[in-house]
Nanobody, 123 residues
Framework: QVELVESGGGLVQAGGSLRLSCAAS????????MAWYRQAPGKQRELVAA????????NYADSVKGRFTISRDNAKNTVYLQMNSLKPEDTAVYYC????????????????WGQGTQVTVSS
């Protein structure tokens, strides 16, 4: 069992930056692939970024490539999402997700989810 708690959301002007954090507790964090998803009102939840258990592999949605960076600190059981050059269309609830993986790959599905943190970007 893995418990995930997101933080760092808030209100920011377009062009600004935020850093989200996801603190994990429970089963060996370093063996979990991690991801950030987001869901805007009236839209489906979408993958924003993902990182393998060792941090060697990452994936990004096309809409955030070059602006967002996912990283992890296994010593602190925390995964981060650095968001730069924010746009109003980035407004959403951002969720952290985890899945235990034996090898260093990014899985297509996730077992554990946090409660989410709201990010609002004003124009």
């Amino acid at each position: 069992q893995v418990e995930l708690v997101e933080s760092g959301g808030g209100l920011v002007q377009a062009g600004g930056s935020l850093r989200l954090s996801c603190a994990a507790s429970g089963r060996a964090f370093s063996r979990n692939a991690m991801a950030w998803y987001r869901q805007a009102p009236g839209k489906q939840r979408e993958l924003v970024a993902a990182i393998s258990n060792g941090g060697g592999s990452t994936n990004y949605a096309d809409s955030v490539k070059g602006r967002f960076t996912i990283s992890r600190d296994n010593a602190k059981n925390t995964v981060y999402l650095q968001m730069n050059s924010l746009k109003p269309e980035d407004t959403a609830v951002y969720y952290c997700a985890a899945r235990f993986t034996v090898t260093a790959y990014i899985p297509p599905a996730w077992d554990y989810w946090g409660q989410g943190t709201q990010v609002t970007v004003s124009s």
